[in-house]
Nanobody, 126 residues
Framework: QVQLVESGGGLVQAGGSLRLSCAAS????????MGWFRQAPGKEREFVAR????????YYADIVKGRFTISRDNAKNTVYLQMNSLKPEDTAVYYC???????????????????WGQGTQVTVWS
């Protein structure tokens, strides 16, 4: 089963940028669609972004659309989340996840994803 490890989180001022990385183990990374979710203290985990296995199709939550960009480098078994114009409301633990099914049905649902990383903390201050 694929193992996922997030990195790149940290403390950033509102309006700033941060890039998260998610490194995956295994030789079948290119066959997985990948997603980013986040969870703030006391709140439910919410969908942030998704990228298809090929990298051609991207999906974003409305709240981050235009500010965040998901990308992947299959040769490096890594998916990225570039976060610009960060707001205090973006403060959360960010998780990457792998979807082995690859279709786009219910792509915002946690249950669609098969493997999860441990998370990386992002804190935005004003």
């Amino acid at each position: 089963q694929v193992q996922l490890v997030e990195s790149g989180g940290g403390l950033v001022q509102a309006g700033g940028s941060l890039r998260l990385s998610c490194a995956a183990s295994g030789r079948t990374f290119s066959s997985y669609a990948m997603g980013w979710f986040r969870q703030a203290p006391g709140k439910e985990r919410e969908f942030v972004a998704r990228i298809s296995a090929s990298g051609i199709w991207n999906y974003y939550a409305d709240i981050v659309k235009g500010r965040f960009t998901i990308s992947r480098d299959n040769a490096k078994n890594t998916v990225y989340l570039q976060m610009n114009s960060l707001k205090p409301e973006d403060t959360a633990v960010y998780y990457c996840a792998a979807d082995l099914a690859r279709d786009s049905y219910d792509y915002t649902a946690e249950r669609k994803y098969d493997s999860w990383g441990q998370g990386t903390q992002v804190t935005v201050w004003s």
